[in-house]
């Protein structure tokens, strides 16, 4: 028994640091842009015609895809050189990226993998949400003659935010415990650039053997997401409307 020696380790421990502060970065930039793209894009979706139905099989796909398949894609589209993305910016006369493989751009290059897999089901959700709302909100709108914008900051969003709520909670506590995606592209690099929690605790408890220090940072990251979900209950409870 060491008491709380291994708390005392992580919280001194600079990886672990670094893995808190990219788990931060990447929770916030994966589930905001996330959340706006989510709903624009459902609500551009939400018509019941062909295209538009074929629009949304498509953009579903990318989310029953293994996370091993998607990493494996994206690692050969990434590539600093030759790579299809780096292909397509030259051919544009823009400037190139090292993507996964600088330590600047790596980070943020995993947030877009994660956002692009993640769309098709935030986009479903969204439009099961929009479904949900009664038409004659819409018709007592358009009879009072209200704008397109007005209609949607005043109407869709307070009664979507149920909807919005949920892929807030769920997203976020998706983010603090990304591992997957870390370990078949970068493995914490370069550097310690990519380096997260879940990711951490990997390699503290697996590679190292260091299971009360792997324990001590899981317990952390419980914590953690379990008082992301007390904040987000907390602060959107008086924003959510329910029918």
């Given at each position: 028994?060491?008491?709380?020696?291994?708390?005392?380790?992580?919280?001194?421990?600079?990886?672990?640091?670094?893995?808190?502060?990219?788990?931060?970065?990447?929770?916030?930039?994966?589930?905001?842009?996330?959340?706006?793209?989510?709903?624009?894009?459902?609500?551009?979706?939400?018509?019941?015609?062909?295209?538009?139905?074929?629009?949304?099989?498509?953009?579903?796909?990318?989310?029953?895809?293994?996370?091993?398949?998607?990493?494996?894609?994206?690692?050969?589209?990434?590539?600093?050189?030759?790579?299809?993305?780096?292909?397509?910016?030259?051919?544009?006369?823009?400037?190139?990226?090292?993507?996964?493989?600088?330590?600047?751009?790596?980070?943020?290059?995993?947030?877009?993998?994660?956002?692009?897999?993640?769309?098709?089901?935030?986009?479903?959700?969204?439009?099961?949400?929009?479904?949900?709302?009664?038409?004659?909100?819409?018709?007592?709108?358009?009879?009072?003659?209200?704008?397109?914008?007005?209609?949607?900051?005043?109407?869709?969003?307070?009664?979507?935010?149920?909807?919005?709520?949920?892929?807030?909670?769920?997203?976020?506590?998706?983010?603090?415990?990304?591992?997957?995606?870390?370990?078949?592209?970068?493995?914490?690099?370069?550097?310690?650039?990519?380096?997260?929690?879940?990711?951490?605790?990997?390699?503290?408890?697996?590679?190292?053997?260091?299971?009360?220090?792997?324990?001590?940072?899981?317990?952390?990251?419980?914590?953690?997401?379990?008082?992301?979900?007390v904040i987000n209950f907390a602060l959107a409870g008086k924003k959510v409307h329910y029918q």
């Open positions: 028994f060491v008491g709380l020696a291994n708390y005392k380790f992580i919280f001194q421990d600079d990886r672990f640091l670094v893995s808190l502060k990219n788990t931060i970065v990447f929770m916030l930039v994966t589930v905001f842009v996330g959340l706006v793209f989510k709903v624009l894009i459902g609500v551009f979706l939400n018509k019941n015609k062909p295209f538009h139905n074929m629009v949304q099989t498509i953009m579903f796909t990318p989310y029953i895809i293994a996370t091993v398949a998607v990493a494996t894609i994206f690692k050969y589209m990434m590539q600093p050189t030759g790579g299809v993305f780096n292909q397509v910016l030259s051919a544009l006369h823009l400037p190139t990226s090292y993507w996964y493989m600088g330590e600047e751009s790596a980070l943020m290059s995993l947030a877009f993998i994660s956002i692009w897999s993640g769309l098709g089901y935030g986009v479903l959700i969204v439009i099961s949400g929009l479904r949900a709302i009664p038409n004659y909100v819409y018709e007592a709108a358009r009879l009072d003659k209200a704008s397109k914008s007005n209609t949607f900051f005043h109407i869709t969003l307070p009664l979507l935010s149920p909807t919005v709520f949920y892929l807030l909670v769920t997203s976020s506590v998706n983010a603090f415990t990304t591992f997957d995606i870390v370990q078949m592209m970068t493995q914490g690099g370069p550097g310690y650039s990519t380096y997260m929690l879940a990711y951490y605790v990997y390699m503290e408890g697996i590679r190292f053997m260091h299971y009360g220090r792997a324990m001590a940072a899981s317990v952390g990251l419980l914590v953690i997401t379990s008082t992301l979900s």
